[in-house]
């Protein structure tokens, strides 16, 4: 190799370096608005503890369940955890160990986010900071207590499916559609659910009589009222602030959604949620 050779192989290498190291950073940047979009702060942070691990304590039809630790703690979080694995678990409801999570994980929703989109939230994940606690065990009544069953409970409930674009519809429309039923899972809760938990599709954002924590969340669709005399501005507004069009707040669940999630969206994904939601124009 030539006095020059040895200079500049290290000057390839060392910027093959700083580019993977910025790539790294873009991806985690863009994963900590994901995070924020998907709501991840809203279920994985208990009241009084520390951010996303875990023990939120969420009542239902079903039983009780507690929110897992997310942060990347190799012990009680998911800092073992693959890209791989992190994807599988939340596009196939699939643990690191191959049992069933419970679809109060809303893997039936995060199952239609874009591959990319996954890989750059685990990379945000891996950089907050790791704490080491441990969840409650779930407190489910029988039979629901079974995890056995969730494999046929998916075979009846669940179908992965990635949102295809709708070359039809504006490209806010489609941005707005993909965060209603993709990471701000929007149907999880605004939408009823059978005697076993699965949703009622054909009733998508129709409201749900039994949601979290027995509250009745209501439809948020252009045919029901209170929600079909709001507008775009009424829509928009109400996420960012919380603020009701007659001028009362959203409270409940709906308040920490607004405090972690959709209160910290650009005015942009907003502008395209009130967009689809005033016109979803198809079953879910």
């Not at 009680?76 to 999570?101: K, Q």
């Not at 079974?146 to 489609?174: H, M």
């Amino acid at each position: 190799m030539t006095r020059f050779g040895l200079p500049l192989l290290a000057s390839i290498l060392l910027l093959s370096l700083t580019a993977n190291v910025q790539a790294d950073e873009s991806s985690a940047s863009r994963g900590e608005y994901l995070l924020k979009l998907s709501g991840c702060a809203s279920c994985h942070t208990r009241e009084g503890g520390q951010p996303l691990a875990g023990g939120l304590k969420m009542e239902t039809p079903f039983g009780t369940f507690y929110t897992p630790n997310i942060t990347p703690d190799p012990k009680t979080g998911i800092g073992n955890w693959s890209d791989d694995d992190f994807i599988r678990a939340l596009t196939e409801g699939v643990a690191p160990d191959g049992s069933h999570y419970y679809p109060a994980f809303p893997y039936t929703s995060y199952s239609r986010m874009s591959r990319q989109d996954l890989r750059d939230l685990k990379a945000y994940l891996d950089k907050v900071p790791a704490v080491q606690v441990a969840a409650p065990d779930h407190d489910l009544k029988f039979p629901f207590n079974l995890r056995v069953l969730l494999g046929p409970w998916k075979w009846v409930n669940f179908e992965p499916d990635r949102l295809q674009t709708v070359p039809q519809k504006s490209a806010a429309w489609n941005r707005g559609r993909y965060i209603v039923q993709g990471p701000g899972h929007c149907v999880e809760c605004h939408t009823p659910r059978n005697r076993l938990g699965g949703l009622e599709r054909e009733q998508a954002l129709m409201g749900n009589p039994q949601g979290p924590d027995g509250e009745v969340v209501p439809p948020i669709v252009p045919t029901k009222k209170p929600f079909s005399e709001w507008g775009r501005e009424d829509i928009v507004f109400a996420l960012q602030t919380g603020m009701k069009p007659d001028g009362d707040f959203l409270g409940g669940t709906m308040g920490h959604v607004i405090e972690n999630s959709t209160g910290a969206l650009t005015e942009s994904d907003l502008k395209a949620i009130a967009e689809y939601l005033l016109d979803p124009r198809e079953p879910l």
